[in-house]
């Protein structure tokens, strides 16, 4: 719920603008004070071959299959490990709210984060794809790929998204969106989920920490806006749904406590269905600094 700001559909960019530029200084900002570890090397075991998949690092190419058989394929260790790199991106309605105090709406700020992941996993070789949950006509996927114009291909696709959509309403949103993650991901994938967690299915919290049971690594960052998490309105208030478009009149101090307990229970179920399936759980705020948020997902991650 929100106090009565209109809700733009367009990503209201703010002070985060433009995504291209800032999302280069936070990924530059992360590599700060730290470093890359090689994680493939001497002694491991050959477990055969598997076919290509766009985005494989070329290395491990089988030249020789090629040139006999005219067929990609590449060799596979037993240590090796899927580190791709999936982005769940909610671009659902309410993702579109940008509070008084706030620098940007919960979408940009969500866009930063994604498109800065995106540029450190692509620097250190590993393919990346972006799955929109909700978003209005212009939320197109971007399949998974590597190399340097996958990032401007990310870049683009959040520019242009719009919030909207409610996947409360509508739960098949939320189902397509984890049936097309299941199809780009495989086991180790790293999935990091960017949402402000609002009305979602009843049973959306267990159905997206499912994911890091299947042996994928889960990353699950809450995203809102510092009006959602101290409530600072005062006297009587309009409280607008973001998505159902459910108008409600009250006294702020006489709700405040309410709204917090029903937000803190809210973050428990997220927190507890993440922990439990070995996944990862997150929250920042569009006023928190891009940099520490990102570098918290990598280190979570590792």
């Known amino acids: 719920m929100s106090a009565p700001h209109a809700i733009r559909q367009a990503i209201d960019w703010g002070a985060l603008a433009p995504l291209r530029i800032r999302a280069r200084q936070v990924a530059e900002g992360v590599y700060a004070g730290s470093h890359r570890s090689a994680k493939r090397g001497a002694g491991v075991e050959f477990g055969g071959y598997r076919e290509y998949v766009p985005g494989d690092d070329l290395r491990w190419l089988d030249r020789r299959s090629l040139l006999r058989h005219d067929r990609l394929v590449v060799r596979q260790f037993e240590t090796e490990t899927d580190r791709a790199l999936c982005l769940l991106f909610d671009a659902s309605a309410s993702m579109g709210y940008r509070g008084k105090q706030a620098p940007a709406a919960k979408m940009a700020f969500a866009a930063v984060v994604a498109a800065a992941l995106a540029r450190l996993a692509i620097a250190s070789g590993d393919p990346v794809s972006l799955t929109f949950l909700g978003g209005g006509p212009r939320a197109a996927a971007v399949p998974r790929s590597a190399g340097r114009d996958q990032f401007e ?121 993440a922990l439990r399936r070995g996944g990862r759980f997150l929250r920042a705020t569009t006023a928190d600094d891009p940099v520490s948020v990102v570098r918290a997902i990598v280190e979570a991650v590792r």
């Open 153 to 273: 291909r990310i870049v683009a696709a959040l520019e242009t998204a719009e919030a909207g959509g409610d996947a409360r309403v509508d739960p098949s949103k939320l189902d397509r969106a984890l049936q097309s993650l299941a199809r780009a991901t495989r086991r180790g994938a790293i999935v990091v989920f960017l949402s402000d967690l609002v009305d979602l299915p009843d049973d959306a919290a267990e159905s997206v920490a499912a994911i890091a049971s299947r042996g994928r690594v889960l990353s699950i960052v809450q995203t809102l806006d510092p009006a959602e998490v101290d409530f600072p309105f005062q006297g009587t208030v309009r409280l607008r749904a973001l998505e159902g478009g459910a108008v409600v009149e009250t006294d702020a101090e006489t709700t405040r406590d309410r709204y917090l307990a029903a937000l803190a229970a809210l973050t428990r179920l997220w927190q507890d269905a």
